[in-house]
């Protein structure tokens, strides 16, 4: 144990920092946020007190675990990959959700994001807003200029609700993969290229009807 605080006590701060955010990351993606920074100091072999020079609150520690987590990977290449329209769509959300697949989709990952849901925590709000904002609302307008509709600044609640409902279908897939361990179609090459196929499609059968001046009929409430 000496020895092991003799090493931590060379590390830089910054390097601290990173290793308590990592070591956090661990512990929220077991435990859940109910755990305390108590336990949490002993699971990093320091101090509370020292915990607290780093991060002063419990509160500024998940919003670091978030940053690094659900921000950081967030490849800044992707926007341009989205709207690069000198590409055919399709390729471009087949590549963009093999990309996107490959950061979520470890147990961790999920785990952290569904705890924190659970606990009622602003870290699944936030991500929400990033992937309506920088991903969903992107997809909806090149699916727009694919149809030939006109260009608008915001999707219509309609198209970005059927966007939300291709996209969690791809999420759902990594929770019942790395959560639930149930059994899945093990090609997630396969999966995403045929969700994509069908939202695809079913995007220009039920917005593109508005190219012909066909009248879509309301759905009326039941109950």
């Known amino acids: 144990m000496r020895r092991a605080r003799l090493k931590q006590k060379r590390l830089s701060p910054d390097d601290r920092r990173k290793e308590f955010v990592a070591k956090a990351t661990e512990f929220f993606s077991e435990e859940g946020f109910g755990g305390g920074t108590r336990a949490l100091a002993r699971r990093l072999g320091v101090t509370q ?4 020079r780093y991060f002063p609150s419990k509160d500024d520690l998940i919003k670091e675990v978030y940053r690094t987590v659900y921000l950081e990977p967030l490849d800044p290449g992707w926007e341009k990959l989205l709207t690069d329209r000198s590409r055919p769509i399709r390729d471009r959300l087949l590549e963009f959700y093999n990309a996107y697949t490959k950061v979520i989709f470890t147990r961790k990952w999920l785990r952290i994001y569904l705890y924190s849901g659970l606990k009622g925590l602003d870290i699944n709000r936030w991500y929400v807003g990033v992937v309506r904002d920088k991903m969903l609302s992107r997809i909806v307008r090149e699916c727009r200029h694919e149809a030939g509709l006109p260009a608008q600044i915001r999707p219509s609640a309609a198209e970005l609700e059927m966007a939300w409902v291709f996209h969690s279908g791809i999420f759902y897939y990594g929770v019942r993969k790395y959560i ?3 059994p899945v179609l093990e ?3 396969q ?3 045929d969700a994509l196929d069908v939202f695809l499609a079913g995007y ?4 593109g009807r508005a190219r012909v001046g066909v009248v879509r009929t309301p759905v ?4």
Not at 49 to 52: E, I, R, T
Not at 220 to 223: L, N, P, S, T
């Open 204 to 207: 220009a059968r039920v917005f």
């Open 220 to 223: 009326k409430a039941v109950g």
């Open 180 to 182: 639930f361990e149930a």
């Open 187 to 189: 090609h997630k090459e």
């Open 191 to 193: 999966m995403i290229s």
């Open 49 to 52: 007190p020292l915990l607290y």
